[in-house]
């Protein structure tokens, strides 16, 4: 059975700093991504990593801020963020593809999600 299990999100202050992580079981993915879902709007593309290059792309609003991340003993997807801005508040979202060659940034593109865990940044 897959699972993603997420952990580490929770409530800082403008300019804190969370990680977050997404441990993966069941089978071996080829990406993972991070995406981001606040209330009224649709889920936004944050972060993903290549397994096994560890290759990493960002969106542009979180550039310089937030590090994805892997532990390949551990299965394990970190997303590091720091700066962090009232505009990151969500319930951010791991997801896992089969495929490199999909376009990383759709949500189409992933196979498998984690259940998300939110993160408040309180101004």
């Known amino acids: 059975q897959v699972q993603l299990v997420e952990a580490g999100g929770g409530l800082v202050q403008t300019g804190g700093s969370l990680r977050l992580s997404c441990a993966a079981s069941?089978?071996?993915?080829?990406?993972y991504g991070w995406f981001r879902q606040a209330p009224g709007k649709e889920r936004e593309f944050v972060a993903r990593?290549?397994?096994?290059?560890?290759?990493?792309n960002y969106a542009d609003s979180v550039k310089g801020r937030f590090t994805v991340s892997r532990d390949n003993a551990k299965s394990t997807v970190y997303l590091q963020m720091n700066g962090l801005k009232a505009e990151d508040t969500a319930v951010y979202y791991c997801a896992a593809t089969l495929s490199p060659f999909r376009v990383y940034t759709n949500v189409e593109s992933y196979d498998y999600w984690g259940q998300g865990t939110q993160v408040t940044v309180s101004s």
């Open positions: 069941g089978r071996t993915f080829s990406g």
């Open positions: 990593i290549n397994w096994s290059t560890g290759g990493t």
